[in-house]
């Protein structure tokens, strides 16, 4: 998995071959078939073991932070989930953006879900240090319009994207919707 990983980080997805892999490992490509069947499973592994990572860092994040203003758990779910596509960036986003041109959007909905949950069971917190817990469906429209710009950014050039602007922005959407929903539920 390291080997592939460095290839892919060297050369990108496209030059990426079971050969290649098996070489950097030090192992014959006979060794590696015996535990993948092609390229496409090991990019799938990847992907999942990608992705599993940081829906793990998510919910832990979120969890420590529960008790964190608004823009203090915003902020830890924008740059916990696009730091997925930062640090080993090209890795990320190739594996991010492989597994959505594969159709594979299991990784996204699960965690489309695990947000959602926290979102309308644990709430987050307004800036009077009230918690607001969100609706199902107030979670969920909240949740898929984060998902969105998570997909488009995972699939966009990098050097075209002022993650700064869209960590505010973001911040801007999920603010207002919370603190808009807080001051419509109290009057």
């Known amino acids: 998995m390291e080997a592939a990983t460095r290839l892919i980080d060297k050369d990108g997805l496209d030059a990426l071959t079971t050969n290649r892999i098996a070489e950097t490992a030090g192992i014959s490509i ?6 993948f069947a092609d390229k496409q499973a090991i990019l799938d592994k ?8 940081v829906t ?49 959007h299991r990784f996204m909905d699960e965690t489309a879900r695990l947000v959602a949950g926290v979102l309308s069971s644990s709430g987050v917190t307004g800036d009077d240090g009230q918690p607001r817990r969100l609706s199902k ?5 909240l949740t898929w319009s984060f998902v969105g710009v998570l997909r488009a950014s995972a699939s966009a050039d990098e050097t075209e994207l002022p993650y700064p602007q869209i960590e505010e922005a973001l911040l801007q959407l999920i603010r207002r919707f919370v603190l ?8």
């Open 30 to 35: 006979g060794t590696l078939y015996q535990y």
């Open 180 to 187: 808009e929903r807080g001051h419509a539920g109290s009057g």
């Open 137 to 141: 469906a107030e979670a969920f429209v």
């Open 56 to 104: 793990g860092k998510l919910l832990s994040n979120l969890q420590e932070q529960s008790a964190g203003t608004t823009d203090e758990q915003a902020r830890i779910l924008i740059r916990t989930t696009f730091g997925a596509l930062d640090g080993r960036s090209q890795v990320h986003r190739e594996l991010i953006n492989h597994a959505l041109k594969q159709g594979n």
């Open 46 to 53: 990847l992907g999942q073991q990608v992705l599993r990572d």
